[in-house]
């Protein structure tokens, strides 16, 4: 292995989705890991990996305590709180004081002070904060955002029984991606452990290889599955008016319609060549997703 390789990284999100697939990748290239979390009785057990915990964003304690020893920060958002941006920022103070020399941060594509996708807001935010403790942290922590776009599994997860995934979006268009590609991405950045990298500082915005309408991306998820996935645009009354009768929260209604009209205005449509750049392979088409959700299992939804 490369010395450069041999420095610690500390990875948050292992219970997850994204970072579930950061650190065995990590561990399969032989780079020493803290994996850092809530419960760490439900981490997995990878060599080279020390299991910290239960450590939250928002416990300062706890995360000094997971962090110690660890030279590079994965910082996998954590769940929408109405408090992230408080709980992100005080993981990052808890690296900073531990002596973590970078913080890679996996927010959200088309992050924004005003982004239509509510879920967007706090993880801009969270940037912000972030490049301010770059620039005024003494020495100054190194950064690297990682912008992960929407889930190529999103679409299947929000079907309902029926395989129907309806929503108030037309023609506009995402660049879905796989969770393996972001993996992928994330990881290759992670590796790059000199005293400088070139993505220091950088907003990598990590996408598919196409933008697709939902109406597209269903049809292909239909195809690649064999499942009757279909896709049924609805007016935006009648996206609020449909889930109110099923039950869902004013908050679960307001974050997943914003997720539609995001795509419908443009706000998530960019392709960028972060994938094949990063991972020397071309992204992932839709088709090819490795795995797919089960209908009607998108968080938030009822
Ligand atoms: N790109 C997209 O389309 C997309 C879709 C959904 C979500 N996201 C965002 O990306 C993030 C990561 O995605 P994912 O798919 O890996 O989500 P996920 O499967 O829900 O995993 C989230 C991970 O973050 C941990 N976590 C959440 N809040 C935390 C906190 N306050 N303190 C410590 N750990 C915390 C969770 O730990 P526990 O096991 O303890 O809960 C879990 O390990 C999400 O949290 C969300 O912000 C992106």
Same mark, same amino acid.
């Given at each position: 292995?490369?010395?450069?390789?041999?420095?610690?990284?500390?990875?948050?999100?292992?219970?997850?989705?994204?970072?579930?697939?950061?650190?065995?990748?990590?561990?399969?290239?032989?780079?020493?890991? $803290?994996?850092?979390?809530?419960?760490?009785?439900?981490?997995?057990?990878?060599?080279?990996?020390?299991?910290?915990?239960?450590?939250?964003?928002?416990?300062?304690?706890?995360?000094?305590?997971?962090?110690?020893?660890?030279?590079?920060?994965?910082?996998?958002?954590?769940?929408?709180?109405?408090?992230?941006?408080?709980?992100?920022?005080?993981?990052?103070?808890?690296?900073?004081?531990?002596?973590?020399?970078?913080?890679?941060?996996?927010?959200?594509?088309?992050?924004?002070?005003?982004?239509?996708?509510?879920?967007?807001?706090?993880?801009?935010?969270?940037?912000?904060?972030?490049?301010?403790?770059?620039?005024?942290?003494?020495?100054?922590?190194?950064?690297?955002?990682?912008?992960?776009?929407?889930?190529?599994?999103?679409?299947?997860?929000?079907?309902?029984?029926?395989?129907?995934?309806?929503?108030?979006?037309?023609?506009?268009?995402?660049?879905?991606?796989?969770?393996?590609?972001?993996?992928?991405?994330?990881?290759?950045?992670?590796?790059?452990?000199?005293?400088?990298?070139?993505?220091?500082?950088?907003?990598?915005?990590?996408?598919?290889?196409?933008?697709?309408?939902?109406?597209?991306?269903?049809?292909?998820?239909?195809?690649?599955?064999?499942?009757?996935?279909?896709?049924?645009?609805?007016?935006?009354?009648?996206?609020?008016?449909?889930?109110?009768?099923?039950?869902?929260?004013?908050?679960?209604?307001?974050?997943?319609?914003?997720?539609?009209?995001?795509?419908?205005?443009?706000?998530?449509?960019?392709?960028?060549?972060?994938?094949?750049? $990063?991972?020397?392979?071309?992204?992932?088409?839709?088709?090819?997703?490795?795995?797919?959700?089960?209908?009607?299992?998108?968080?938030?939804?009822?």
């Amino acid at each position: 292995m490369a010395e450069q390789n041999r420095a610690t990284v500390a990875v948050t999100g292992v219970t997850g989705a994204l970072g579930g697939r950061v650190a065995p990748r990590l561990a399969g290239l032989g780079v020493p890991q $803290l994996l850092v979390g809530r419960s760490p009785d439900r981490m997995p057990d990878l060599p080279g990996a020390e299991r910290r915990g239960p450590a939250a964003y928002a416990d300062a304690d706890a995360m000094r305590k997971a962090l110690q020893g660890a030279s590079t920060l994965i910082l996998v958002s954590g769940h929408r709180t109405g408090r992230r941006l408080e709980e992100h920022a005080t993981a990052v103070e808890a690296a900073i004081a531990v002596g973590v020399d970078r913080v890679l941060y996996v927010s959200l594509v088309g992050a924004a002070p005003v982004a239509t996708y509510l879920n967007a807001r706090d993880q801009w935010a969270t940037e912000q904060f972030l490049a301010g403790a770059g620039a005024g942290a003494g020495a100054g922590i190194r950064y690297t955002v990682l912008r992960a776009g929407f889930y190529t599994s999103t679409p299947a997860a929000l079907a309902d029984e029926e395989f129907v995934v309806s929503g108030p979006a037309s023609t506009g268009r995402a660049a879905f991606v796989t969770h393996e590609d972001i993996a992928d991405v994330i990881t290759a950045v992670a590796l790059d452990q000199g005293p400088r990298s070139e993505h220091d500082g950088a907003t990598l915005e990590i996408t598919g290889p196409e933008a697709l309408t939902v109406g597209e991306a269903v049809t292909r998820i239909a195809a690649a599955t064999g499942r009757p996935y279909r896709f049924e645009p609805e007016t935006v009354e009648e996206a609020f008016a449909r889930r109110w009768r099923r039950g869902m929260s004013g908050e679960q209604i307001e974050t997943w319609i914003s997720w539609y009209q995001a795509i419908e205005r443009g706000e998530i449509s960019a392709v960028t060549d972060v994938v094949p750049r $990063l991972t020397g392979s071309p992204a992932t088409p839709i088709a090819d997703a490795a795995w797919w959700p089960a209908p009607n299992t998108a968080r938030g939804v009822a």
